[in-house]
């Protein structure tokens, strides 16, 4: 069964940097995609940042040139960096990895960005 653990999260302050991470109990290479989703309240969950097996990446546009998705296949990690966060950042950050059509989900990490 295949297992992914984000950790990293915490409480940041406007203007400031955290960096989330996803390791899986399986190689990630065995993913066709792995990214990081979240959900505020009262929101539906939403797409952040994927990469492919082949690292091309896609950001959403709330987050585009202030986070960096990124892996290191010897680590089966997934990293997500992020900078410049906004109060508007603040939600569950969730680890997805996709192959073959079917979803694995991470059981999500809080980032709380407030003054």
């Known amino acids: 069964q295949v297992h992914l653990v984000e950790s990293g999260g915490g409480l940041v302050q406007p203007g400031g940097s955290l960096r989330l991470s996803c390791v899986a109990s399986?190689?990630?290479?065995?993913?066709?995609?792995m990214g990081w989703y979240r959900q505020a309240p009262g929101k539906q969950r939403e797409l952040v940042a994927t990469?492919?097996?082949?690292?091309?990446?896609n950001y959403a546009d709330p987050v585009k040139g202030r986070f960096a998705i990124s892996t290191v296949d010897a680590k089966n990690t997934v990293y997500l960096q992020m900078m410049s966060l906004k109060p508007e950042d603040t939600a569950v950050y969730y680890c997805?990895?996709?192959?073959?059509?079917?979803?694995?989900w991470g059981q999500g990490t809080q980032v709380t960005v407030s003054s």
């Open positions: 997805n990895g996709n192959t073959g059509g079917y979803n694995y």
């Open positions: 399986t190689s990630i290479v065995w993913f066709d995609v």
């Open positions: 990469i492919t097996r082949d690292t091309r990446t």
